[in-house]
């Protein structure tokens, strides 16, 4: 990736583009709310989309294709995605199969459990908008192994999709919900052949890490949100009292079975926190062999922090360039990750700058792109 289509995507992603063409986008939920999906010379990207007029980039239809535009002047020649031709057909029982998954480009994802212990009382995350979605009907509250293996199936088969992102709402159970986002991953991997992430809360004994590895899924998420104690305390309690050491004694475990590269965690930018204590925490958990999936805070509609700006492109790449850093010495990337948000990175612009730290090696390629990206 070039150093101008990294610093493009970097800035997007803090200020947003408006659009002028149809763009396939998702709303509200987790992963990529409320943003357009979209191929960036080729890159894969996604950026929040706008039509207030407070983004000095455009997107506009050309003869061609798509191009973004700043004062009238040609940035980068874009690719929108299509609808997925799996989202028009539903299950034997009538539930629309987008209801149950969706398609982050060529990845497929799906919340298991669209309920969480923590949302609607004090100890809601304020990032997250996990029951906006089911609110508004966009949603079920459960999805079953056997509706997410089929509709697995459909998307590799009809949008091609190179792999799956199953996470949930943390429930009560001791677990926390790991024991049934792994039974959906199995479900996932078996019929569909697919790479499958599972994400979830550290469960309170670590032997839950060895059954949920024992189901055959190649990856896991365990998302400490924020390693500034103070900002988690106000944006996560419940992620607070579990502390942040609980999560890196959960990390080292999980390395430990599912192997370098292949453990990752969110980690939100622009809440807040102290960035030389992030960056020092990511150093410390690259080391142990986990990938610091680093983004700028995307605010919610209807989340607590849907307000919030995010972040700069100025602060989160003074974060990247560091994160990068130290994950290229560790030998880490999207090619480590196998599957999830470290193996699609549309979401960060982390990538892209390790990308020029490896003197322009191949990024891993997501996918097929859309005629002429």
Known sequence: MSTDVS????????????????????????????SGMLWIEGVPATVPTQSDGSSPYVLKAED????????????ASVATSNRPRFYDMTTADGVPYWKIALLHLDSLAS?????????????????????????SGRTIAKKTPAQLAEVAVAARDLDGAVDA??????????????????????AVKEASGLPVEVQFEPPHDLAVL??????????????????????????????????????????????????????????????GEDPDLTIAACKRAVEIGVYPFVVPLRPVAGSLMEEVAPPTAEYTERVYRKVAGYLEERGLGADTAVAGCARCQACSGLNGLQNQLSDGKPLLQIGSRPAGA
């Open 64 to 75: 061609d294709g798509q191009g973004i535009y700043r004062d009238g002047v040609k940035l």
């Open 7 to 34: 610093s493009l995507i970097i800035d997007l992603q803090s200020v947003g583009l408006r659009v002028e063409v149809p763009v396939e986008s998702r709303r509200g939920g987790a992963g990529p709310s409320d």
């Open 165 to 186: 992102t199953l996470t949930t709402g943390s429930t009560r159970a001791p677990d926390r919900g790991a024991y049934y986002v792994a039974e959906c991953g199995r």
């Open 210 to 271: 060895d059954r949920v590895h024992g189901s055959g899924v190649d990856a896991v998420g365990i998302h400490v949100e924020s390693f500034d104690p103070t900002v988690l305390a106000h944006v996560a309690p419940g992620k607070f009292r579990t502390g942040i050491e609980t999560y890196f004694r959960t990390w080292e475990r999980a390395v430990e079975l599912w192997g370098p590269g292949r453990v990752s965690t969110y980690v939100i930018l622009g809440m």
């Open 111 to 135: 919340t298991v459990l669209q309920t969480c212990n923590y949302w609607g009382n004090s100890d809601q995350c304020r990032f997250c908008g996990i029951g906006v979605s089911l609110d």
